[in-house]
């Protein structure tokens, strides 16, 4: 009797262990993420996800929305995205501000994606910045205002500018042009980017 009680305590304890044990770890899923085996980091950053960690989330809602490692599920990926988007993450509430605009896994809706984005935008991440601007200069889920929206192709550009990715700010100088060609914002980007490099003032 005393070793059944026995076994019974060891089957238990390998039930109450295995969940911690046997998971691989975020590290090797974030690591098989980076190196593209995305089949791999699926399977072992979903149980993640799960338990409610946001950067898996992300993860997950990116490979579901691009089909990394299955099949595209823009349902899942929006379901995924949602729920790290309302833990704040700016990725995933610029992915779900386009997915909202384009009806991917998601009834289209302006109104939503001007929310996602916006609050994605407010939080300094350039991309959203970006997409903002462009949701201003089209009038998509806001009236449209071609100040608003030289004022976030403005912001976006000092944010890629602050991020070292000139090329980007370059692009939001374009932008900014195509909209109001002789705008000061425009300029001022402009010459910021260039002070950034050495290069002095120069006209677009």
Same mark, same amino acid.
């Given at each position: 009797?005393?070793?059944?009680?026995n076994?019974?305590?060891?089957?238990?304890?390998?039930?109450?262990? $295995?969940p911690? $044990?046997?998971?691989?770890s975020?590290?090797?899923?974030?690591?098989?993420?980076a190196?593209?085996?995305?089949?791999?980091?699926?399977?072992?950053l979903e149980?993640?996800?799960?338990?409610?960690?946001?950067?898996a989330?992300?993860?997950?809602?990116?490979?579901?929305?691009?089909?990394?490692?299955?099949?595209r599920?823009?349902s899942?990926?929006?379901?995924?995205?949602?729920?790290?988007?309302?833990?704040?993450?700016?990725?995933?509430?610029?992915?779900?501000?386009?997915?909202y605009?384009?009806?991917?896994?998601?009834?289209?809706d302006?109104?939503?994606?001007?929310?996602?984005?916006?609050?994605?935008?407010?939080?300094g991440?350039a991309?959203?910045?970006a997409?903002?601007g462009?949701?201003? $200069?089209r009038?998509?889920g806001?009236?449209?205002?071609t100040?608003?929206?030289?004022?976030?192709?403005?912001?976006?550009?000092?944010?890629?500018?602050?991020?070292g990715?000139?090329?980007?700010?370059?692009?939001?100088?374009?932008?900014?042009?195509e909209?109001?060609?002789?705008?000061?914002?425009?300029y001022?980007?402009l010459n910021l980017?260039?002070?950034? $490099?050495?290069?002095g003032?120069?006209?677009?």
């Open positions: 009797m005393r070793r059944i009680a076994f019974s305590r060891v089957v238990l304890l390998c039930l109450l262990l $295995s911690v $044990s046997l998971m691989a975020q590290e090797d899923g974030n690591n098989a993420f190196r593209k085996d995305y089949a791999k980091a699926l399977e072992i149980p993640y996800a799960h338990r409610g960690d946001v950067q989330q992300v993860k997950v809602g990116f490979m579901y929305f691009y089909g990394e490692g299955i099949g599920d823009y899942k990926a929006a379901m995924w995205l949602t729920r790290a988007g309302n833990q704040g993450n700016p990725i995933a509430q610029t992915m779900l501000a386009k997915m605009e384009n009806g991917w896994g998601v009834g289209q302006y109104v939503q994606a001007m929310f996602w984005c916006k609050m994605a935008a407010e939080k991440y991309d959203a910045q997409t903002l462009s949701y201003y $200069s009038g998509i806001c009236i449209q205002s100040s608003a929206a030289m004022d976030w192709f403005y912001k976006a550009g000092i944010s890629y500018l602050e991020r990715n000139r090329d980007m700010a370059l692009t939001m100088v374009d932008l900014m042009k909209i109001s060609p002789d705008h000061f914002m425009m001022k980007l980017i260039y002070d950034e $490099s050495g290069e003032n120069k006209e677009p």
